[in-house]
T-cell receptor
Framework: DTAVSQTPKYLVTQMGNDKSIKCEQN?????MYWYKQDSKKFLKIMFS???????INETVPNRFSPKSPDKAHLNLHINSLELGDSAVYFC??????????FGPGTRLTVL | QKEVEQDPGPLSVPEGAIVSLNCTYS??????FMWYRQYSRKGPELLMY????GNKEDGRFTAQVDKSSKYISLFIRDSQPSDSATYLC??????????FGAGTTVTVRA
């Protein structure tokens, strides 16, 4: 199946821990994104990579670090997790600067 | 003022009704307009995409863009219970950055 996939789907962890979320797309797109969706369902962009180059870096705590090993993969590493990091994180990809296609999300709960 | 304002809802309609969803925006640089549907605990799914003023139809869905008024709409005809979801408008200015509305939750009653 062609799609944007994320692992894990659910992540429950303690405050202070470090965790990573992985994303892969097999759509052949050049650009990938990370979004955060809060409890009120508002989607906000965090980062974007185009062909492994960081092109969007919104105001996000530097505990969050994206990494793109190749244009089909974009990972998100979070250090020193805080309660406020609890949210759903979505990966997306796009062939250009228009329409974006989203993954199923990773529900992060920080206890 | 948010860049994208979306009618908050929630909206509850009987099966077969027309659903009308609206967003306004303030950034005149926006040129690409999208509507996404998000079912509970799922990722947003692209429903409609357009880049020009006017109407675009796809089955029971019609997207309308009025760039002069900075206003976009999505109409769902003959609504079905399976259309019950949160609908998100999104737009971008050719800078890879999508700005989303806050979403409108729609329930279609059988």
């Amino acid at each position: 199946d062609t799609a944007v996939s994320q692992t894990p789907k659910y992540l429950v962890t303690q405050m202070g821990n470090d965790k990573s979320i992985k994303c892969e797309q097999n759509l052949g797109h050049d650009t990938m994104y990370w979004y955060k969706q809060d409890s009120k369902k508002f989607l906000k962009i965090m980062f974007s990579y185009n062909n492994k180059e960081l092109i969007i870096n919104e105001t996000v705590p530097n505990r969050f670090s994206p990494k793109s090993p190749d244009k089909a993969h974009l990972n998100l590493h979070i250090n020193s997790l805080e309660l406020g990091d609890s949210a759903v994180y979505f990966c997306a990809s796009s062939p250009w600067s228009g329409e974006q296609f989203f993954g199923p999300g990773t529900r992060l709960t920080v206890l | 003022q948010k860049e994208v304002e979306q009618d908050p809802g929630p909206l509850s309609v009987p099966e077969g009704a027309i659903v009308s969803l609206n967003c306004t925006y303030s950034n005149s640089a926006f040129q690409y307009f999208m509507w996404y549907r998000q079912y509970s605990r799922k990722g947003p799914e692209l429903l409609m995409y357009t880049y020009s003023s006017g109407n675009k139809e796809d089955g029971r869905f019609t997207a309308q863009v009025d760039k002069s008024s900075k206003y976009i709409s999505l109409f769902i005809r003959d609504s079905q219970p399976s259309d019950s979801a949160t609908y998100l408008c999104a737009m971008s200015a050719d800078d890879y950055k999508l700005s989303f509305g806050a979403g409108t939750t729609v329930t279609v009653r059988a």
